[in-house]
């Protein structure tokens, strides 16, 4: 029942909601390009969560496009991993329907992001918000993954998943999910906001200064970075505590270098933070740049793109359908 190879499932989606970030990059697109060899790999713009907050049209799918060439850009090669875009495999909503029957309200009550997220929504919070784990749980049960890379912040959605597949094997078998496993990565786990280097860089800041987009100008890169919050001393050291703006150099430095934090610090001895701010810029701008003109050739060129998605679908489908029959075999629904 596992898939067709004898390699382990590797799944994972980042939102297509706004542009994605340094953060999305070096926190999980590279480390999908890394580890995308040692596993049947699958790999999605997760359009369906996108919209638990309102989206524009245009700009979503104009969003959606350019995330999955960035993925192809950035080095996910879709001919070996399947590559694709949420909506468009429907098992994933059918799925979705199915696990809403088994999740608990108590259980989706206590999601850290649902209560920060409904906080934030005023007194008309989408059921969307509120049942979209369950959603993900379908994204990756349908794949019978067994590992979820993803960072720290989305380790309780993994736990929820582990919880209802390991109810429902208790109901319907042991072999009716995989039990799947959270995959943090070791490097850059957390890419730090330029100017609040004490949160996470993200899609949706308030202050887009502090945040550098994979399709940011080289311009744009370079006076951010210059502008990057650090602190009132003069040594270069890594310590978050402390340092967090000057550590959060270093380690999207390192991350990028693939150097150790210790090389990285040991280039810096007797410099300044305007040669750490500047040369991170460079470092950063020499990575991104090659991405984003690939990426926007991907989009503005369409029939390379679409045959990678058309392709990424069929074959996301084909193992969906499986899971799909055998679990609705067990629910008990008729399945001709
Ligand atoms: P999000 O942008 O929050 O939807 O996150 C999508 C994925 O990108 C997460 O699972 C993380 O692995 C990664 N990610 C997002 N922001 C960061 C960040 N600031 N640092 C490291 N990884 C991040
Ligand atoms: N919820 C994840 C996030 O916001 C994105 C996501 C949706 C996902 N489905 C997934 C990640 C399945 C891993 C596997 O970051």
Request: hydrophobic share 40%.
């Amino acid at each position: 029942m596992t898939g067709t190879t004898e390699k382990k499932v590797i799944l994972s989606g980042i939102q297509p909601t706004n542009k994605l970030t340094l953060g999305n990059y070096l926190g999980a697109i590279k480390q999908w390009v890394r580890i995308q060899n040692d596993y049947d790999a699958y790999f999605m713009a997760v359009d369906q969560h996108a919209i638990t907050a309102r989206q524009d049209p245009a700009q979503l799918r104009k969003n959606t496009l350019f995330s999955v060439a960035c993925y192809i850009a950035a080095g996910i090669d879709p001919e070996r991993c399947v590559l694709f875009i949420q909506s468009q495999v429907h098992q994933h909503s059918q799925l979705a329907w199915t696990l809403n029957c088994f999740g608990y309200m108590g259980e989706l009550s206590r999601m850290i992001q649902f209560k920060e997220k409904s906080a934030k929504s005023g007194s008309n919070i989408p059921v969307g918000l509120f049942t979209y784990p369950l959603l993900m749980a379908a994204d990756i049960l349908l794949y019978d993954t067994a590992l979820v890379p993803v960072g720290d912040d989305q380790t309780q959605h993994v736990e929820l998943t582990r919880d209802i597949a390991e109810r429902m094997n208790g109901i319907y078998g042991p072999d009716t999910f995989v039990i799947p496993k959270a995959h943090i990565p070791k490097v850059a786990a957390r890419v730090m906001d330029l100017l609040t280097p004490t949160s996470k860089m993200s899609k949706s800041a308030v202050n887009e200064n502090g945040s550098i987009f994979i399709s940011d100008s080289a311009a744009d890169i370079e006076r951010k970075f210059k502008r990057a919050t650090t602190d009132s001393e003069t040594v270069i050291a890594f310590d978050t505590e402390n340092k967090p703006g000057v550590s959060n150099l270093l380690s999207i430095q390192s991350a990028i270098t693939s150097e150790s934090l210790e090389e990285v610090i040991a280039r810096y001895e007797g410099k300044q933070y305007g040669h750490l701010k500047l040369e991170t810029a460079q470092i950063v701008i020499k990575e991104l740049i090659p991405i984003q003109q690939r990426a926007q050739e991907l989009v503005d060129e369409k029939t390379e793109l679409n045959r990678i998605l058309k392709m990424g679908a069929e074959r996301a489908s084909e193992h969906a359908e499986r899971t799909i029959k055998r679990i609705h075999e067990r629910i008990g629904y008729v399945v001709i």
